[in-house]
């Protein structure tokens, strides 16, 4: 059973920065493709990034273009999402899931990090 693990979430101020960590345990990232998703109050879920499983391809949604970036290491079994120029509107309780491929991710989720952007 593949367990994930985020952390890095916290208050930060517009134009800020944050990493996102998705610590995975139990098997390893390898095979799969892992992704994070944000959501916040009121609104729906929404896919912010993925990674592959071959690790030949990255998504990313149009909001985040340009100011996010997901990595992986493998070894250290993990996944990061690094956020950059922050804004207000990023605030949203971020999780990291995994499947098979990213246009399928949702077999494994994290229990969340709370990312809020504030003046």
């Known amino acids: 059973q593949l367990q994930l693990v985020e952390s890095g979430g916290g208050l930060v101020q517009p134009g800020g920065s944050l990493r996102l960590s998705c610590a995975a345990s139990?098997?390893?990232?390898?095979?799969?493709?892992i992704g994070w998703f944000r959501q916040a109050p009121g609104k729906e879920r929404e896919g912010v990034s993925c990674?592959?499983?071959?690790?030949?391809?990255?998504v990313y949604a149009d909001s985040v273009k340009g100011r996010f970036t997901i990595s992986r290491d493998n070894a250290e079994n993990t996944v990061y999402l690094q956020m950059n120029s922050l804004k207000p509107e990023d605030t949203a309780v971020y999780y990291c899931?995994?499947?098979?491929?990213?246009?399928?991710?949702?077999?494994?989720w994290g229990q969340g990090t709370q990312v809020t952007v504030s003046s």
């Open positions: 139990g098997r390893t990232l390898d095979n799969y493709a």
């Open positions: 899931a995994a499947g098979a491929y990213c246009s399928v991710l949702g077999d494994y």
């Open positions: 990674f592959s499983a071959s690790g030949r391809t990255t």
